[in-house]
């Protein structure tokens, strides 16, 4: 992640809770609020999830797997590439013992002793499986995804721990009070 996304990323966060014109006391009150907003908004969404979760064609395998392991937001990009399955074909190519050779339309994927690889690279880079990759393990009807493409990081059923942090009970105007009476 560039410095450049995550200054983005905390002006996103803080949007709405200070401005330029926002004093130390005040950050700090609106910094809290902000902290305890986000949690909560984490909590409610792991919640729907679990609860809620979005219908899923449990025919793909994948897309059954992901939609009980992975949060909404996460599952929905796996879901729109098994959705763009129909525009990818695929032929195996070649065999040679344990390895096998696929080419599929868009790109050239090989699984190999349950480790898929796809030139797209969209596991790499989004963490999910790409539709070439889905679409061979269909075409293979393999029945268990290996535990190393189903991420933690997208898991609805981990704890995370900023989520259990707690938010302190810090009043900066008692401690301008305090600071005063002993002055």
Sequence with gaps: MSSTQRSEGINQFFKGFVSIETGLLQFIRQYKAALKGKVEEEKLLNLNSTH????????????????KAYTDTKFLEVKAECDALKLV???????????????????????????????????????????????????EDVN?????????????????????????NYDPDE?????RVRE
Excluded at 151 to 165: A, F, T
């Design 52 to 67: 809620k979760p979005p219908i899923c064609d449990k025919d793909i395998i994948v897309q059954y797997v992901f939609q």
């Design 89 to 139: 074909s695929e032929s195996k190519t070649a065999s040679l013992g344990g390895l096998s050779v696929y080419q599929a339309v868009e790109k050239f994927p090989k699984p190999d002793r349950g480790d898929f690889f796809c030139s797209c690279k969209l596991f790499e880079f989004r963490g999910i499986l790409c539709r070439h990759i889905i679409k061979i393990i269909e075409f």
């Design 144 to 168: 268990v995804i290996p535990e190393r493409y189903i991420l933690s990081r997208w898991k609805k059923d981990i704890v995370r721990p900023y989520e259990d942090i707690r938010v302190s």
């Design 175 to 179: 401690f301008y009070r305090v600071k």
